[in-house]
């Protein structure tokens, strides 16, 4: 346990960071996820309807440090092929 006051306070600030890195990696999977279903299902215009969305917070979740940039490149790469590919 912590006993000097910066380290409680750190902690603190840590469980608040935690707290909202566990919400936006959520909302990631999600926005994911419901990209994939739609193109699952074959739903080009639900797809390119919530392409632009899925981008953007895939870009925000790189910049917020939730996910690495390369690997926000290939999300955004492969999600592009997919609706490509039943276009």
Known sequence: ????????????????????????????????RSMRRLL????????????????SLIDRSARWGIIKKNTAARYKSRLQARLKAIA
């Open 40 to 55: 699952e299902h074959k739903d080009t215009k639900g797809a390119n309807d919530a392409l632009p969305a899925t981008f």
């Open 1 to 32: 346990m912590a006993n000097t006051f910066s380290a409680l306070k750190r902690m603190r600030q840590t469980k608040r960071k935690t707290v909202v890195n566990r919400l936006r990696k959520s909302r990631l999977r999600h926005q994911i």
